[in-house]
């Protein structure tokens, strides 16, 4: 279930947001105030942040500045264009003016909703239980992090895009070469069984196979 932060101090107005999202299926989270919110960001991840901009304590536009990779829209009653351009250049995902029509608000936090799943779905690989960031550049193991080389990493990033595919040993040279320049043929097979032993330490399962005289690829369970 989808979390959404409510942050208006217009209490009517939170409580019918409130209202509605409950009922579309949403979990709810109200923040009074511009500090409130940055509080409660501290604890919690929400999926979307709905923000106001005339707000007690600290505006929406410097609550805006502390908010990272979450999807806010602005619900506001300025209706000015600068402040729409500014605030969509400075980190909203999309801008909505007071009154409006609660068919398009819903319409637009799912679109949102869907362009981050979908960004998180391309800057992340899962492959069984290991899963990959590809952002951080972190790996883990059925939740377990798991601490990879920029070569290690490289190398179990081009075989988890390529899962049911043999990967020769020059294809894999070739490919991660631009990250990783130092790895050669004859450190190739130090990396990977490097590679295949940190990832067997969490779940003792082997995700890595040679296949004799070609390369190697995931191990289908």
């Known amino acids: 279930m989808k979390t959404i932060l409510i942050t208006d101090d217009d209490v009517h107005i939170g409580n019918m947001l409130e209202e509605i999202l409950v009922r579309e299926g949403y ?26 901009l005339m707000l007690p304590g600290m505006n ?27 605030l969509l250049l400075g980190g909203a995902v999309d801008y909505i003016t007071k009154p409006f029509d609660i068919s ?19 800057n992340s690989i899962t492959f069984r239980e290991i899963f990959l960031d590809l952002i951080s550049h972190t790996a883990s193991v059925s939740g377990q992090a798991v601490k990879l080389t920029k070569t290690e990493f490289a190398i179990l990033k081009l075989l988890m895009q390529n899962p049911s595919q043999v990967i020769a040993k020059s294809v894999i040279l070739d490919r991660i070469s631009q990250d990783t320049p ?27 196979e040679a296949v004799w005289g070609v390369g190697f690829k995931m191990r289908e369970k």
């Open 182 to 208: 130092d790895c050669v043929e004859s450190s190739l097979k130090v990396h990977i069984s490097n590679l295949r032993r940190k990832l067997r330490e969490v779940t003792d399962n082997d995700y890595i």
């Open 104 to 122: 398009e608000l819903l319409a637009r936090i799912t679109v949102a909703l869907r362009k981050k799943e979908i960004n998180d779905i391309s």
């Open 60 to 86: 929406g536009e410097d609550v805006l500045t502390h908010i990272r990779d979450i999807p806010v829209i602005v619900v506001s009653a300025r209706a000015e264009i600068n402040d729409k351009v500014n």
């Open 27 to 52: 979990d709810v989270l109200r923040a009074y105030s511009g500090t409130e919110a940055l509080m409660i960001l501290k604890n919690y991840q929400p999926d979307l942040v709905l923000l106001d």
